[in-house]
C-alpha cells in the first residue's frame, strides 16, 4: 500500500516543476495581444495640430482615441486646455499626452454658415 502512495506522488512531480511555466505562457500570451503604439506621420501630425487648433478656436466637441497604458481609449469631449510646454492636452477634467493622441476629429455641429468658414 505504501509504494502506491510514494507512485502517486512521484507520478505529479515533474508537474509542479513546471508552476512557473504556466505564468510565463499566461504572461507572454497578454503582452503578445497588447496592441503596440502606432507611429503617426508627420502629415498626421501637421493635421491633427490643425484639428487641435480649430476645436479651441470654435469651443468645438471632439473624439480622439487615445492610447494609454498598453490600450486604446475612445474619449469624447471638449478641449478646455492646451499646455504646450508640459504637452499635454485637457480634455473634460483630464489631461493626455500630445504623444498618445491616435487620431481625432471635430464634431460637426455648426449653427451657422460663419462656423463652417475656417
Do not use: C
Not at 24 to 50: F, G, H, T, W
Not at 66 to 88: A, C, E, H, N, P
Not at 89 to 105: R, T
Amino acid at each position: 500500500m505504501l509504494k502506491n502512495l510514494d507512485r502517486g506522488l512521484i507520478k505529479w512531480l515533474p508537474f509542479d516543476a513546471l508552476t512557473g511555466f504556466k505564468q510565463a505562457v499566461y504572461e507572454l500570451k497578454n503582452k503578445r495581444l497588447k496592441p503596440s503604439k502606432p507611429i503617426l506621420s508627420e502629415d498626421q501630425l501637421a493635421i491633427m495640430n490643425y484639428q487641435i487648433s480649430t476645436a479651441l478656436k470654435f469651443q468645438k466637441s471632439i473624439s480622439t482615441y487615445i492610447y494609454k497604458d498598453d490600450s486604446i481609449l475612445y474619449v469624447t469631449g471638449s478641449i478646455q486646455k492646451l499646455d504646450m510646454v508640459k504637452r499635454q492636452l485637457k480634455v473634460d477634467n483630464y489631461w493626455y499626452p500630445l504623444d498618445a493622441i491616435l487620431s481625432l476629429e471635430i464634431s460637426s455641429e455648426f449653427h451657422s454658415y460663419e462656423d463652417m468658414v475656417y
